[in-house]
């Protein structure tokens, strides 16, 4: 079994501010199958399935199309690149990745001191981001500024693959919610549902909840679903009690997260519905780390949502792992909480 | 008014779970008021009706600080984590209350002597748990299974002109606000009242309660540091029974100066004691407020606490009554 639209999502560069090729793949899958369709000023997509008129209510589902990555922030003289990180990047991570550069995907490397030459007080400790580069085989300065410049997103290259009942890849956060979207999108085809159902794939979520409070002002929903990736933590190294989530044990629903506690009644809702449905799930045991949900409840009049999260192991790392299972379960709750309709 | 006191702050309801303390608040407040709703967001918005043509907004934030399980282990022990700034100095050894009824106490690792002395050095949240009495991870998850919610546990104690217990903030400033509803008989203007949720973990409430209503000026009412016991903050110069401060600026935001300055004008007016307020840290719904919409002006009126975010936050009664004066002078004098 091949998640292929999920392996095609999660190989498209798209870090924060550079989420337009993730957009047009969201756009072109959705075209026909939804009433209304557009993309605005800064690139959030957003599609309404319009409802039977029995209710005027609104529901949004959201997830963000933006994940962390690298930019240059400038052309070394021996023709290497200093950058610094979009979103929460762990220089640990980093060291003798795989990077493509810019728009043009051009593959570099990020070096770092090999063994031999360091210290053994140098040895094991982290190296902060200015001290690690980005080499892609120019000679000097001049020649990588014809293909570089200051600004240029930097992506993670690695290939989606899987290996049982695991995924791995990059960018996980958020392509598992991006898909859980168009998956629900299509479950719902030539159904009839009472009210508006509207879809938001957001930007610019990992360097501050910027995208989803503009979305949510064009949809003016009376209530959001926020599907997201988080961080399990379920190292064997940790005592259980410090795992946020784990992985293989279901969909992960967030009570309360940072900022934000979620709105009771939603929560309750999809605690019920998972139940009821014989779904696997299981809480967010750590508060920290937060949401788009976040931001909705601070727009407009407020917005309550619930979160609904496929767990990820090294999240934010080039080398993320998800259990394909649990990532299943997201989509069958999603799916039967917007056949319900009782969120709203 | 400390019959009120004692009703409001011995309440338990955190964060995300107001509905105990917005019942006893509506329960109050019915039968003074023009209008009452509840918004999306769980916000209690309340309205007396003036006659100018302009809207006051008063606003004090119904949640407390508080806490919620995370982990569960064999033996029935709860992990726990925070609901808002708890410090886990602050949680040893004192009596937790569950919303499910159950009750805990909270302490600390150490297999030795010298490991239990660095765990308190660094205390947080990874080294200390909840015992409430069960002898199993079964007979746990009945009492208090993951994601129930707590808040210290503590009684209301007069002393006399101080008064002690937990959720002084902000529960004295919703006590102020249901006074003030009671004993306000002409109003000016429009006055509303808002009980926001969620302060404390961000200031969620008060970032959308305006949103609808947009007055022309938003106080919030809130506890203060009471820099005034021994080695305190010497940063900070106002007091515990000096009467309330109007706020000049806090982390976050910087009060509007029309607001400063007509809150001093009707305290002259009236003779009502008020100290200006510079606070180092912290910030109140005020910020929510302010960049509301068009923006609002808007500014924070305190009650000097001490031992703020603590199981026994100390106010002094005289400022109480005279927070209620100010905020019902304002109402009277209009915006």
Known sequence: MKLERLCRLCELPGVSGFEEKVASFIEKEIEGKVDELWKDSVGNVIAIKKGNGKSSKRLMLLAHTDEVGLMVKRINEDGSLSFT????????????????????????????????????????????????????????????????KIGDPVFFSTAYEEVGEYAVAKAFDDRTGCEILLRVLDDVQGLS??????????????????????????????????????????????????????????????????GLVLDRRIFDTIVETARRNSIKFQYKRRIAGGTDAGRLARTMSGIPAGVISTPSRYIHSPTSIININDFLGVAELASVLVKEGKVL | MKELIKKLVEISSPSGREDAIREAITEEVRDYVDELRVDALGNLICMKKGKSGKKLLLDAHMDEIGVVVTHIDDKG?????MLGGVSPYMLLGSRII?????????????????????????????????????????????????????????????????????????????????????????????????????EEVGIVGASVAAFDIMPDMAIAVDVTAGPDTPKSFKRMGFKLGAGPTIKIKDRGSVSSSRVVSRLKEVADIRSIPVQYEVLIFGGTDARGYQVTGKGIAAGTVSVPTRYVHSPNEIVDYNDVLNTVRLLKALAEEGV
């Open chain 1, 85 to 148: 990180a979009i979103g929460g990047v762990d220089p640990r991570v980093l060291m003798g990745k795989k990077v493509f550069v810019g728009e043009e995907m051009l593959p570099g490397v990020i070096g770092f001191e090999a063994i031999h030459t360091q210290e053994s007080s140098t040895l094991l400790k982290t190296p902060s981001m200015d001290k690690l580069r980005i080499y892609l085989g120019y000679p000097k300065k001049e020649e990588a500024q014809k293909s570089h």
């Open chain 1, 193 to 258: 549902l009472d009210y508006d159902l509207c879809f938001a794939w957001v930007v610019q979520e990992e360097v501050g909840l910027r995208g989803s409070g503009i979305a949510a002002r064009q949809i003016k929903p009376d209530a959001a679903l926020v599907f997201e990736n988080t961080t399990a933590g379920d190292n064997p190294e940790l005592p259980e009690y410090r795992w946020a989530t784990s992985l293989g044990m279901g969909p992960v629903l967030t009570f309360a997260h940072s």
């Open chain 2, 77 to 81: 022990f709860l992990r726990i984590d």
């Open chain 2, 98 to 198: 569950f919303e499910s009824g159950a009750y805990g106490i909270v302490s600390t690792e150490g297999e030795s002597a010298r490991e239990a002395g660095e765990i308190m050095k660094n205390l947080d949240f990874d080294h200390i748990f909840v015992d409430i009495g069960a002898s199993s991870r079964e007979e746990a998850e009945k009492l208090a299974p993951i994601g129930t919610f707590g808040t210290y546990d503590s009684k209301f104690r007069d002393l006399g002109e101080k008064l002690v217990s937990k959720s002084m903030d902000d529960r004295i400033a919703c006590a102020i606000l249901v006074q003030t509803i009671k004993e306000l008989k002409e109003p000016a203007d429009d006055v509303y009242f808002v009980f926001a949720v969620q």
